[in-house]
């Protein structure tokens, strides 16, 4: 059984930063993309960031320039970094592994607060 568990979220001001963490309970556990998907009260679930396993991201526009997306291959592990961060980041960050074969993974999801 694969688990995802995030860690980092919190409350912070606006223009502040937070640096969010997810680990996957699998070390043999083949990941092709790992991402950060975000999901505000009333909205839908959306895209923030995505990496694959050859290191290629993509980044959601509202996010572009404030966030950075890594990721460890060998510790199946993923990370968002962000700066700059506005009340409209508000929300449940929630973590998601693809695997190679195609199956699809999802963390419990960690509260980002952004307000003064």
């Known amino acids: 059984q694969v688990q995802l568990v995030e860690s980092g979220g919190g409350l912070v001001q606006p223009g502040g930063s937070l640096r969010l963490s997810c680990a996957v309970s699998?070390?043999?556990?083949?990941?092709?993309?790992r991402g950060w998907y975000r999901q505000a009260p009333g909205k839908q679930r959306e895209l923030v960031a995505t990496?694959?396993?050859?290191?290629?991201?993509n980044y959601a526009d509202s996010v572009k320039g404030r966030f950075t997306i890594s990721g460890d291959n060998a510790a199946n592990a993923v990370y968002l970094q962000m700066n700059s961060l506005k009340p409209d980041d508000t929300a449940v960050y929630l973590c998601?592994?693809?695997?190679?074969?195609?199956?699809?993974?999802w963390g419990q999801g960690t509260q980002v607060t952004v307000s003064s």
């Open positions: 998601y592994v693809q695997s190679h074969r195609g199956s699809d993974y």
């Open positions: 699998r070390s043999d556990f083949i990941i092709n993309t």
């Open positions: 990496i694959t396993r050859w290191a290629d991201t």
